[in-house]
């Protein structure tokens, strides 16, 4: 049974393994042992930030699936929180099994908790299977994202 838990330190090896389990990760990500200090910093800041946190969906004791859950404080639209959803990842032994959509049921969960008039996230423009996901739940693509490398 799948079940949700928020991350530990322990769990940075299984998160860090999925982020670079495609093409687009595993140019960016380090699937090392040890790990580079980067993620445990990473994640550090991540603890020490309030409504900020992973989620993890887990088979038995086993990382399947996660996404990093950020509620943004705003003074835009009357003051409203937003909801930011980022490095959501599925094991591909699980994908097509509901797995991602479960997660994402659990984020708007959260954000409904939390007090987030608005879920956002942003998506690669090389993952249009993970855009037509994210369409099935309801997401709307309103706003063309940007970026600068810093």
């Keep these: 049974m799948i ?9 940075l090896p299984a998160i860090v393994r999925l982020l670079a389990d495609d093409p687009i990760g595993a140019a960016r990500e380090r699937d090392e042992d040890p790990l580079p200090r980067a993620y445990r910093d990473a994640f550090d800041s991540i603890q020490g930030q309030t409504g900020n946190e992973i989620i993890l969906a887990v088979d038995g004791a086993e990382v399947i699936g996660c996404l990093q859950f950020t509620v943004i404080p705003g003074l835009s639209r009357l003051g409203a929180r937003r909801g930011q959803i980022e490095g959501v990842r599925v094991d591909k032994r699980y994908r097509g099994r509901r797995v991602g959509e479960i997660l994402f049921r659990r984020a708007i969960e959260r954000a409904r908790e939390t007090g987030c008039g608005l879920l ?20 709307v693509a309103s706003h063309e994202g940007m970026k600068l490398p810093l």
């Design 3 to 11: 079940g949700f838990r928020t991350a530990t330190e322990a769990d």
């Design 120 to 139: 956002q996230l942003t998506t690669d423009k090389a993952r249009p299977d993970a855009r037509r996901f994210y369409e099935r739940l309801g997401f």
